[in-house]
């Protein structure tokens, strides 16, 4: 028999220093290893056994899982595929006496989402000594037993199973006693004290034994109690149990101080021989926390709460023994049954935060596993998503869930998700447990900026400083960072020929837009500049914007004066017949303004006049009129200051000076040339007849031209105008335009000048109007041909400039037709003179 025992135990031995590793039919895989092994043991290469690519572990994120809230006793080691020992192992702490110890857990692999489960079988190794309950075990017997009496002993209790637990008892050789084993029903062995020889009290009172218990592991491991013997008078009946086992089954919500069950034995001896007592003869340590015996009376109870996801199932030995240590067993098998008492567990396996906003519907975005510690449909669990969010849960494998998305994100709308799953499972009443996952969406470059407005105006004054602000654009972008940062730019363009960066430049961090140079509003009245507004991201976007730019006029242009020729630039008279009535039209003074709006509204004034209230101007209109009659007593020389005024502010203005001659013939010309000789200094008469000696030598060497002189006689040439032309096109400027009601270029008057053809000056002209208020010519004037140069040099004053001496001494000898023969050398006389001291 013991040899083959000893065979059984070198079969276990032999199994357990190996790893078995046996694939199942559902690519699952199963290892059989021994407890103990140290942390980071290899216990099979399970990336081999299932046909994984060790290379891709990592990036699948393999990982163990474990069944409930079990400790993670495994881990895999990703670079090899090999699952290594991650916890100290003891077969006898996590399946206590149960003869199959079984570990199930998972092996988790992401991209796309599989499980593997593998079952872990924990073999036993003999790595617990036997012990015994009590250190003494005290016999009394009585001298009258015979020989061949067998006592029961105390079990030796091993938390080993199998061959390592329990197989042998050692009795130290003595001349009484022997040991004999036996097995019990459920694979244990126990010894009984046999009276070999018979006891003599009057020989020995007491004896002192040590029994041995041998359990079958290699080495073999032992442990001793002692055995005291009394001896005393006959006891010849040990107690017998009512039952051979007690079968009790228990909720697992059983409160404290529950009474299990009570065992009850009885001994046919009497008096006190017939005295029984309980005690636990065989019970694990988890066992005896739980439960406690009452050693009278046989009531279990159970002293801490039960649990029926640590333990299902408690089997116990409870012993009766008589006051003189006769003894007998029974079996107390106590089943725990489940109560909803567990609410299920969410766990967050995986979840991929944050997720850009462009995800695909039906994208992953994490795992979830759910577990619930009860069982069958205390165990049955359903999760669900509870908010109404772009989000489900989709079942996969298991207990797993796979959180996908059911709609289009759009950061700029929802940033965050705060997502409440929750849990329930199918216990009466059912449990449920709920976990928020915050969920953040990562931002894509999806929003091009965008303009606070569809255009923008800018109104710049002239004449504005380099550099000075013109206006801000603005553009938002709703992405987020770099995304939403918005630089401003110019796009390329021409304003008049020149590159628009020429006229402008833009902050680009600020959409501020600044002038580069002064602006000129009569050469430039408004351009536009197209603004571009891109942001920073990859690929980046972009709009655009129109800005008008419009320079406002200022005051920056004088009026400037056409007619007549502003004073010191030509020299004009206008000749004013005696008879002209009291509002007849004399002459008219035309101005403009480059400026623009009431800046060019120009007005006309009287600043000095040598007959004041003779002559008016039209504030407006810039037409000379006679206030009165003109009579004898006025002056025939009439000097005339007027000014224009522009409506700028402040207002700008010029001066002009009209020359006037009250006379009905220029036969009377004579007395004003000698009054004005007179005046003039001998230095300058001396030039003149320098001059004159010239002109009359110049004028004999012609001769022949004077045959020529009746036939001029005859024509009348015109001086300055013919027909409706106001003003010879050398007094306008160009690049001069017209405003309405301003300048004074729009008149229903239209000038011409006319000299007498008797006449031997021709310094002056009468002015001719269309206006039914001006005053007729003198029927015996005639045009003459002549160049408004010819009538530079007199001030109107009554006194000759340089070159009005000679100028109008020369037409009293000279008829008017000869007169552009000879001005080109009075021209040359007149630039030689020296200006007047």
């Given amino acids: ?91 006898e702490e996590i399946c206590s006496d149960a003869v199959s110890c079984v570990l199930h857990c998972e092996l988790v692999l992401e991209g796309p989402l599989v499980l593997h489960r593998i079952t872990l079988n924990i073999d036993d190794v003999n790595d617990n000594f036997p012990s015994f309950q009590r250190d003494v075990i005290k016999i009394e017997l009585s001298e009258s037993v015979v020989k061949g009496t067998r006592f029961r002993l105390d079990e ?103 009474v299990v069950l009570t065992v009850s034995a009885t001994d046919a001896d009497e008096g006190a021989n017939g005295e029984i007592t309980y005690d636990f003869s065989r019970i694990s ?47 107390l098998s106590v089943s725990v049954t489940d109560v909803n008492d567990n609410a299920p567990v969410i766990i967050m396996k995986s979840i991929h935060s944050p997720i850009p906003e462009d995800a695909l519907i039906g994208a992953e975005v994490g795992i979830i596993n759910v577990q619930d510690r009860d069982s069958e449909k205390n165990g049955q669990v359903h999760c669900s998503v509870q908010q109404s969010v772009p989000f489900k849960l989709v079942p996969s494998i298991k207990n797993y869930y796979s959180l996908v998305t059911t709609g289009e994100l759009d950061r700029e709308l929802v940033s965050d998700y705060n997502i409440t799953i929750t849990a329930s499972d199918e216990g009466s009443p059912p449990l449920s447990s709920s976990k928020t996952l915050h969920l953040s969406v990562a931002d894509v ?30 553009a938002r972008d709703p992405d987020w960072r770099q995304n939403g940062t918005v630089v401003y730019s110019l796009s390329p363009s021409d304003v008049s020929g020149a590159p628009v960066s020429s006229f402008v430049s833009i902050n680009g961090d600020t959409g501020v837009l600044h002038a580069v140079r002064s602006f000129d509003y009569e050469q430039l009245k408004s351009f536009k500049v197209l603004v571009l507004a891109r942001d920073n991201g990859s690929p980046p976007l972009s709009s655009n914007v129109s800005v008008s730019v419009w320079i406002g006029d200022e005051n920056d242009n004088s009026p400037q004066i056409l007619y007549p020729s502003p004073e010191g630039h030509s020299f004009m008279t206008e000749m004013v017949p005696k008879a002209a009535q009291s509002g007849s039209l004399v002459s008219k003074v035309i101005a403009v303004d480059a400026d623009s709006g009431q800046n060019a509204w120009l007005s006309y004034h009287m600043v000095k006049a040598t007959e004041p209230g003779l002559f008016t101007i039209g504030e407006h209109s810039g037409e000379i009129r006679t206030q009165r009659d003109i009579s004898e007593s006025d002056h025939m020389k009439q000097n005339l200051v007027l000014s224009v005024r522009d409506n700028g502010q402040p207002s700008l203005s010029v001066t002009c000076t009209v020359y006037l001659l009250i006379s009905d013939n220029l036969a009377e010309l004579p007395e004003l040339k000698d009054m004005s000789y007179e005046e003039s200094s001998s230095k300058l008469t001396f030039y003149l007849i320098i001059a004159l000696v010239s002109v009359s030598t110049f004028f004999l060497t012609f001769i022949i031209i004077v045959l020529a002189v009746r036939f001029c006689h005859r024509r009348k040439s015109r001086l300055l105008f013919d027909g409706a032309v106001a003003i010879p096109s050398a007094y306008l400027p160009p690049n001069y335009a017209e405003v309405e009601g301003a300048g004074t270029l729009r008149s229903s008057y239209n000038y011409d000048a006319y ?69 080109p050398f009075i021209q040359i006389i007149n630039e030689v003179i020296p200006e007047k001291e």
């Fill in 1 to 91: 028999m013991e040899d083959k025992r000893y065979s059984a135990a070198a079969l276990t031995l032999g199994f357990c220093l190996f790893v078995v590793a046996a694939r199942s039919a559902f690519g699952d895989v199963s290892y059989s290893f021994p407890e103990e092994m140290k942390r980071g043991s290899v216990i099979g290469n399970v990336a081999k056994d299932l046909g994984l690519d060790v290379n891709r572990l990592s990036a699948r994120k393999a990982r163990i899982d474990t069944e409930g809230n079990r400790k993670r006793y495994c881990d895999i080691n990703v670079n090899t595929g090999e699952l290594t020992v991650a916890e100290r192992i003891d077969r």
């Fill in 156 to 258: 030796a209790h091993d938390a080993d199973i199998g061959i390592n637990t329990v197989q042998n008892y050692h009795l130290q050789r003595n001349e009484y006693f022997i040991v004999s084993v036996h097995s019990n029903t459920d694979g244990g062995v126990y010894c009984e004290l046999v009276l070999d020889k018979e006891l003599d009290r009057e020989q020995q009172q007491e004896l002192t034994l040590t029994l041995t218990a041998v359990d079958g592991g290699t080495p073999p491991r032992s442990g001793t109690v002692v055995i005291h013997v009394t001896v005393l008078d006959a006891n010849d009946n040990a107690p017998v149990f009512s039952q051979s086992v007690y079968k009790v089954s228990l909720p697992e919500n059983s409160p404290l101080n529950t």
């Fill in 285 to 331: 340590d988890k066992a005896r926390s739980i439960f406690s015996l009452d050693h009278k009376t046989g009531r279990v109870k159970i002293i801490k709460s039960l649990d029926y996801e640590e333990d299902s199932k408690f089997e116990i030995r409870i012993q009766a023994m008589d006051s003189f240590g006769l003894k007998s067993d029974t079996k």
């Fill in 445 to 474: 470059n999806d929003n091009p900026p965008v303009f606070e407005e569809q255009s923008y105006s800018a109104h710049v004054k002239e004449n504005n400083k380099a550099g000075s602000s013109v206006c801000r654009v603005a």
């Fill in 755 to 823: 000299l007498t053809t008797g006449s031997r000056t021709s310094d002056f002209k009468f002015i001719t109007s269309y206006s039914d208020r001006t005053l007729p010519a003198d029927p015996t004037l005639k045009k003459t041909h002549a160049s408004v140069e010819d009538l530079e040099g007199f001030d109107g004053a009554g006194n000759d400039s340089q070159f009005a001496g000679v100028h109008g001494f020369t037409t009293l000898f000279i008829p008017p037709c000869l007169l552009p023969l000879i001005y």
